[in-house]
């Protein structure tokens, strides 16, 4: 089932701008992960947080985790052109390595 | 240096015909997934395999049919597809280092 669920929907900034997108998620996790997916193509691994850690960082993004509040979010600093995709949380399920999904933040920066 | 490649990447089918999805991967990961993606719902899980002979049931499974035929290779079957099976379909692939995965670039099926 899908656990995450990414607000907004839909963020449109411009270049040079900070983009946050945020994750909430229902039940207890291991781990949670941010993926990007490009306009037809397959989603990208960008980072993953472990539920004993708090914040992480990997170039240009970064990632807080809250297990109290069951939540992400992903902050990508100084937006170019090329974001511009699909990005996805993701939460460790219950057998089988399985990743639930959500259903996604279409970013678009516009130069 | 392929990772996961699936084919075909574009298939149009008549409502009751059967076709197959392939999936390969060249990373020696053990387990391997099959989701679709529709506008608005995101991924879900289709099928997916834990290791090498061994299959299990995701969120959506009905109407579908899948086989680990080896390491590398685990594909997705549909008996007789129907409209409602239109959909993005990918494979991935696990790297348990990391618990990141690899997926595939897709296969857009239209069913008429």
């Known amino acids: 089932s899908q656990q995450g669920e990414e607000d907004p929907q839909a963020l449109s900034i411009q270049e040079g701008e900070n983009a946050t997108m945020n994750c909430s998620y229902k039940?207890?996790?291991?781990?949670l992960q941010w993926y990007r997916q490009n306009s037809g193509r397959g989603l990208v691994h960008l980072i993953l947080?472990?539920?004993?850690?708090r914040e992480k960082h990997s170039g240009r993004l970064r990632v807080t985790l809250d297990t109290s509040k069951k939540s992400s979010s992903l902050l990508i600093t100084a937006s170019r052109a090329a974001d511009t995709a699909s990005y996805f949380c993701?939460?460790?399920?219950?057998?089988?390595?399985?990743?639930?999904f959500g259903k996604g933040t279409s970013l678009l920066v516009t130069p | 240096n392929a990772g996961v490649t699936q084919t075909p990447k574009f298939q149009v089918l008549k409502t009751g015909q059967s076709m197959t999805l392939q999936c390969a991967q060249d990373?020696?990961?053990?387990?391997m997934y099959w989701y679709r993606q529709d506008p608005g719902m995101g991924l879900r899980l289709i099928y997916y395999?834990?290791?090498?002979?061994?299959?299990d049931k995701g969120e959506v499974p009905n109407g579908y049919n899948v086989s680990r035929l080896n390491k590398r290779e685990f594909s997705l079957r549909l008996e007789s597809a129907a409209p409602s099976q239109t959909s993005v379909y990918f494979c991935?692939?696990?790297?348990?280092?990391?618990?990141?995965?690899?997926f595939g670039s897709g296969t857009r099926l239209t069913v008429v």
């Open positions: 395999s834990a290791s090498e002979g061994t299959t």
């Open positions: 990373m020696n990961h053990n387990s």
């Open positions: 039940t207890s996790i291991n781990n």
């Open positions: 947080i472990r539920s004993n850690e």
């Open positions: 991935a692939t696990l790297d348990r280092r990391f618990y990141g995965y690899t």
């Open positions: 993701a939460t460790d399920g219950d057998s089988g390595y399985a990743l639930n």
